[in-house]
């Protein structure tokens, strides 16, 4: 049984860029948030979706914007790109009570 | 304020010897739950034990047991028997469920297993 699944695993952007990452939940689960975590921090929450929709989001500009597929998948795109988004991006999915299971993350680096 | 508060940067330990990693918590609501993860280097988060604030038991799975003291706000993990493959990253975090489902996690400890 497949868990978590991130791509891409790495990513060199360049600033002002735009990128887009993407996840892939456990089977059977139909919640997604993902999280940023900066080098030598714990993750900081970014949002998360149910049934399409951004149910809860955290502290992050609106560069950060998402999307839930019909199939439970999610994507998370950040425009202009900051230095400062430079981070390991992590998913992760859950359902119900179950806990959260997380994905191995993108290493996005900005240059 | 900070929410989770690790205050181990790191800790040494030899093998088949027990540590305790420390967290305490910072909440104002009734329920809420404690969680621990490992990150190795590989970056995926591994769930390893959950403490719901109701609970009366401490929670244990396997080498991992948490020491859940309510009224300290003190929830600090345990690993029995060390093992050279517990070499990691450890983060608490928690979960306070009027505020949603979003973890709030700590800085972390890295834990170095040495034999």
């Not at chain 1, 456990?26 to 993750?43: C, E, F, I, N, R």
């Not at chain 1, 929450?45 to 989001?57: A, C, G, K, L, S």
């Not at chain 2, 047991?65 to 929830?75: D, E």
Request: aromatic share 12%; charged share 20%.
């Amino acid at each position: 049984d497949a868990g978590v699944t991130q791509s891409p695993t790495h990513l060199i952007k360049t600033r002002g860029q735009q990128v887009t990452l993407r996840c892939s939940p456990k089977s059977g689960h139909d919640t997604v948030s993902w999280y940023q975590q900066a080098l030598g921090q714990g993750p900081q929450f970014i949002f998360q979706y149910y049934e399409e929709e951004e149910r809860q989001r955290g502290n992050f500009p609106d560069r950060f914007s998402g999307h839930q597929f019909p199939n439970y998948s999610s994507e998370l795109n950040v425009n202009a790109l900051l230095l400062g988004d430079s981070a390991l991006y992590l998913c992760a999915s859950r359902t119900g009570v179950e806990g959260y299971t997380f994905g191995s993350g993108t290493r996005l680096t900005v240059v | 304020a900070q929410k989770i508060t690790q205050t181990q940067p790191g800790m040494f330990v030899q093998e088949k010897e027990a540590v305790t990693l420390d967290c305490t918590y910072d909440t104002s609501d009734q329920s809420y739950g404690l969680f621990w993860y490992k990150q190795p280097s590989s970056g995926e988060m591994i769930f390893l034990i959950y403490q719901g604030s109701y609970d009366e038991q401490n929670a244990t799975e396997g080498r991992y047991s948490l020491n859940f003291q309510k009224a300290r706000k003190s929830a600090n993990l345990v690993i029995s028997a060390s093992q050279l493959g517990d070499s990691a990253m450890y983060f608490c975090a928690m979960r306070e469920l009027r505020a949603g489902t979003a973890l709030i996690f700590g800085k972390g400890t890295t834990l170095s297993v040495s034999s």
